[in-house]
């Protein structure tokens, strides 16, 4: 464990945080709320308010912890105090700096940890707010570093508090010399209300100048409308004549000299001095707090997109509602068919688009419940005292009508429909996630049967969304076990029958259910937080074992391997396809990454970069199952594509339907007209082989020339029909 630093202005800093009067003091009531806040707000099982002395860290403030102080040496903080910005330890015990830590490796066994200095308005780190838990995180994003110092703006502010309060109890040249170095306006008035003594800060803040101040009545303060209000009370305890707001902190209108209004923040008190009355106020400006403490409310309650009420706040109203056992509906919501608004239109056509949905639930809704946005694109209401499902199913239908009304965004005219899950309570359940989660189901099953209603939650979803779960639960142990395989499918030239590439086909050897098609598991797995992680998998074993067949002789052969939306959201997947190949030693050629609609329609600029840059090592890049979507004719030219694969639902019906024959052929002929390669999927007869030939079509997979296999039987065939051409004749 390295040593902590200390500062070359360590004395200083030491001075500075005595004139707080605080190292020992009982814990202020404020900090210690702003303490729980951070938690609350940032998801932290511990925070606290800690100030880091000569030998020793005192945590002032803090919960989640029983820790009252450390040694220097070890502590966290005494790091923190030595830099400007947020200091982020994702994992400690990873860090070389804390892995040996005893407070990493004892009680209370910190992983994760994240403080921000608490420096004063002179520049001395005092100490710091802390956030630590006992599991390591993957992330502290820019938004939660923001908010944590925003917090230590809160927590500073009641310091500069104290220390004044400090100050006051000296004498009255020190005072005037720690009220001239702080941040906030230090006024001091007589016995008559005039001011006796304005402050450097004071004059930054109200714009009168010392000269000007000095001498005039404490009305400057105040508008004029106010005289005789709270000027009035300022005039009174100057007098002595009133003491209800002496030591307290009250907020009220200032007025500056240019006649701009503000709000601002006063505690005031009085005291004797040279047998005459002294009245003085510490007064700041608290308008950025008002606009900061509004911003966390709002990050706290409500979605930034939609302003409606946020996942946490409908979870709290249906405890409520819950706990006063009234009979409640909750409503699941999904908007049918938003995902092509996005891919079609971009995201700032969806964000306008969900705004639209929110007011119109809102205006739905009405008084009569809540609201809020679940995530995505679905919302959820609500309804309590409300206990008959005829009733539940009106409001559904309601909210329905409401959402499929066409949404105008400038020139756009976006068409939706809407989908509801109803649940009742007490009928479905008596806990927030119960309902949660019996909605979820029934909206669900409303999505299955057709879209466009409403479906009344039964006891037989719940063992749907039970199997749901088992699978997810079955995926992540079959990632730890390496559960998954890879079959290949061989792509062969359709002219000649030779063998040149396989597509990776991915398969779930499930240790009870036996061996498991994609269609068993990959939605699941694509909606998962696994998924980059099982497609990365899939690119390095794939192009080991085309590097691998190449060795023994499969010239020329290349592999096909699909992505997923993950590892384009990921990111870095240009370095790890590199990588990929120099690990392999697969030639890049040899490889060519096939990607879906779903991808190529995000209009992601970071997945054209991402997809220029692996075309431009070599790699090619295959669209899968054109034609089968939204997939318009300027993506073949924004796109650095090498080939289009015809989806298996036309090849099936090319020697029976004149419309499936057609689209192969518009395929193939467009493919040509952009100078791409085609391959067609799906070819089981000769026929179907035949008429491909004869269009145009050059390559071709399907169960006609091998069905999807593993490595050990996929190769053999190929390799001896390569072998018996080679032979020479022996014919006489």
Known sequence: MSSSPVQTDEEARLRVLLEHDILDAEPDPSIAHIVELATHLLGAPAAFVSFVDRDRQVLHAKTGLTLCETNREIAFCARTIAQDDVLVVLDASKDSRFRENPLVTGA??????????????????????????????????????????????????????????????????????????????????????????????????????????????????????????????????????????????????????????????????TWIENGHTAFGAIVRDVSQRHMFEERLFR????????????????????????????????????LDGFKEVNDAHGHAVGDAVLRLAAERLRICVGTTGVAARYGGDEFAVVLPDVGDPLVANAMAAAAIDALSEPYRIEEIVVRLGASVGVALSPSHGVREDE????????????????????????????????????????????????????HYQPQVDLSSGALVGAEALIRWQHPELGLLMPGAFLEVLDNGPDAARVGNWVLHTACAQAQAWRRKGLHPFRIGVNLCAAQFREGGLVERVEAV??????????????????????????????????????????????????????????????????????????????????????????????????????????????????????EAQGYLFGRPMPAVEFAAPFQRRQQHTRQPSTAA
């Not at 005037?176 to 800060?201: K, N, Q, Y």
């Open 108 to 269: 209370p066994f910190i992983r994760f940890y994240a403080g921000v200095p608490l420096r004063t308005g002179d520049g001395y780190a005092i100490g710091t707010l802390c956030l630590a838990g006992p599991k390591p995180r993957r992330a502290f994003t820019r938004r939660d570093r923001g908010i944590l110092t925003g917090l230590a703006r809160l927590v500073l502010d009641r310091l500069e508090l104290r220390r004044v309060e400090a100050a006051r109890r000296a004498t009255q040249s020190r005072f005037e010399h720690i009220a001239e170095t702080s941040s906030d306006a230090i006024i001091c008035a007589d016995a008559l209300g005039r001011v006796s003594f304005w402050s450097a800060a004071a004059e930054r803040l109200f714009g009168h100048t010392a000269a000007e101040a000095l001498g005039q009545p404490i009305a400057i303060l105040v508008p004029d409308r106010m005289h005789g209000g709270h000027e009035g009370d300022l005039r009174s305890i100057a007098r002595r004549s009133a003491t209800r707001l002496i030591g307290c902190t009250v907020e009220l209108i200032g007025q500056h000299k240019d006649g701009h209004e503000f709000s601002v923040e006063l505690s005031m008190s």
């Open 299 to 334: 990050l706290a309650h409500l979605d930034p997109l939609t302003e409606l009420p946020n996942r946490a706040v409908l979870r709290d109203r249906i405890a409520a509602a819950v706990r006063e056992e009234c009979p409640t509906v909750v409503l699941m919501l999904d």
């Open 435 to 486: 309902l949660l989660a019996c909605a979820d189901a029934a909206l669900y099953r409303a999505k299955i049967e057709g879209r466009g209603r409403a479906y009344l939650f039964t006891p037989d979803l719940r063992e749907v969304a039970q199997r749901e779960r088992a699978c997810r639960e079955g995926l992540r142990h079959a990632i730890e076990r390496g559960e998954f395989v890879l």
């Open 581 to 698: 190949l120099a690990e392999t030693e697969l030639p890049a050629h040899a490889l060519e990454l096939e990607i879906t609609e779903t991808i190529i329609l995000r209009h992601d600029p970071g997945v054209v970069v991402a997809l220029q840059a692996l075309r431009a090592m070599g790699v090619g890049i295959a669209f899968d199952d054109y034609g089968t979507g939204y997939a318009s004719l300027s993506l073949l030219k924004r796109f650095p594509l090498t080939r289009l694969k015809i989806d298996r639902s036309f090849v099936n019906g090319l020697c029976t339907d004149r419309q499936d024959a057609a689209v192969v052929r518009a395929v193939i002929n467009l493919s040509r007209s952009f100078g791409l390669d085609v391959i067609a999927e799906g070819v089981e007869t000769e026929e179907q082989r035949r008429r491909l030939i004869s269009k145009g079509c050059q």
